[in-house]
């Protein structure tokens, strides 16, 4: 099946640590995305890829860092830097072009104690 | 000031009853794509519909229906019938031509079908 993944599901760490999460795709889409979700907000963007190699700041970016080596995944890091890193991470992709709608992975749950 | 706005944050009707969730947003773009996305209890963000600012016709997808009136600057989602399984958080978003594809979003609404 085509798909986003995004693992883990679940993931703790303490306050300091550095962290990455995941997310591969298998749609075969050029452009990939990472937004964050608070309680009660919408999703708002940290970082988007819309080719291999090659990546732009979206509104929230301070405190995270991404790659894209490969077209099919796209890792978030989330840096000691981070001042509130407690939240739910989605990803995304889209293929580029006539404002498609993205497609969304099923998020990761990041807590940091 | 928000681009995107859903001003009903949360919304509970009992099981059958129709609900209308509102969604006004603001841009300059003549063309644009509005988007409506359901967030079930998994999280998972589920595509609903597209539609594009140059087609106000209304779409109809089963119980599902949209009214987009560019007057208004509003794109509102009206389910009928509603069922348990509608409950969850409804996302309304905006693309503009001018920045490059990226979805804003509104910061939902939170309806709650109660059986």
């Known amino acids: 099946d085509g798909g986003i993944t995004q693992s883990p599901k679940y993931l703790f760490r303490k306050e300091g640590q550095n962290v990455t999460l995941s997310c591969e795709q298998n749609?075969?889409?050029?452009?990939m995305y990472w937004y964050r979700q608070d309680p009660g907000q919408g999703l708002r963007l940290i970082y988007y890829?819309?080719?291999?190699?090659?990546?732009q700041k979206g509104d929230i970016a301070e405190g995270y860092s991404v790659s894209r080596e490969k077209k099919e995944s796209f890792p978030l890091t989330v840096t000691s830097a981070q001042k509130n890193p407690t939240a739910f991470y989605l990803c995304?992709?889209?293929?580029?072009?006539?404002?498609?709608?993205?497609?969304f992975g099923p998020g990761t749950r990041l807590t940091v104690l | 000031a928000q681009k995107v706005t859903q001003a009903q944050t949360e919304i509970s009707v009992v099981e059958k009853e129709d609900v209308t969730l509102d969604c006004v947003y603001e841009?300059?773009?003549?063309?644009?794509?509005l988007f409506w996305y359901k967030q079930p209890p998994s999280g998972e963000l589920v595509f609903l519909i597209r539609?594009?600012?140059?087609?106000?016709q209304n779409e109809i997808s089963g119980r599902y229906s949209w009214n987009f009136q560019k007057s208004t600057s509003s794109f509102n989602f009206t389910i009928t019938a509603s069922q348990v399984v509608d409950s969850a958080v409804y996302f309304c978003?905006?693309?503009?031509?001018?920045?490059?594809?990226?979805?804003?979003f509104g910061k939902g609404t939170r309806l709650h079908i109660l059986p």
């Open positions: 995304a992709s889209t293929a580029t072009g006539s404002y498609n709608e993205q497609f």
């Open positions: 749609l075969n889409h050029d452009a």
């Open positions: 890829s819309q080719i291999v190699n090659d990546f």
């Open positions: 841009t300059r773009d003549t063309t644009y794509y």
């Open positions: 539609r594009n600012s140059f087609d106000e």
């Open positions: 978003a905006l693309s503009e031509a001018s920045r490059d594809d990226k979805i804003i």
